[in-house]
């Protein structure tokens, strides 16, 4: 017998997984895909919560066939996963949202007083706002704070360079222009704060620290 008769099962050998390698593969995907469970889980409650409003009713029927629905669209229409951070303060939660309502109080005002006063409509402006983290989510929810606060909205959002694009009413100087950036700003900060990663915290301290 040849002693190249014996190389191929040598090979074979040297490239099958070991034990351990294999055990290491699944455990790294059963975390992959709590991660993505995890990562879907809040648009899958806002679907079903949505299916329920539609519906007017949250019946167990309801909520059943709202979260059969919510896997479906998932599933057919495709979205990467959100990079949610997992974590949670409760302190600056509650302080995001007192500011949000006196924002919009004070915004709901003003926007009615403009309306009536006979005097010729201010002049409005489109601002861009580079944000200080790379968060999708972060950004999306400062786009959607800022858009609910009547007098700015979200007219475009480059998602590449984290720049916010807002129509702001009433910023007739360049001082109110920046008081609009410094605002947008301000409420991504506090939402970091609120839910943001550990590395959004630092971007935002570093960027507070710089200003």
Known sequence: MSPHDNQPASVTASTAPTASESASARKVSRTEVRGRVWQQLPLLLGLVVLWGVLWGQFSWLNILTGFLVAIAVTRVLYLPPADISGRLNLWYSLVFIAHFIADVTVASFTVAFQALNPRPIPTSSVIAVQLCTRSD?????????????????VVEADRERAILYFHSFDTTTAADVEAMRTKVLV?????????????????????EATR
């Open 187 to 207: 409420v991504e900060a506090r939402i970091v704060r609120a839910i943001g990663s550990k590395d959004d915290l630092a971007r935002i301290h570093e960027a």
């Open 137 to 153: 989510f972060v950004m999306t929810l400062d786009a959607i704070a800022m858009s609910l606060v009547p007098g700015s909205i």
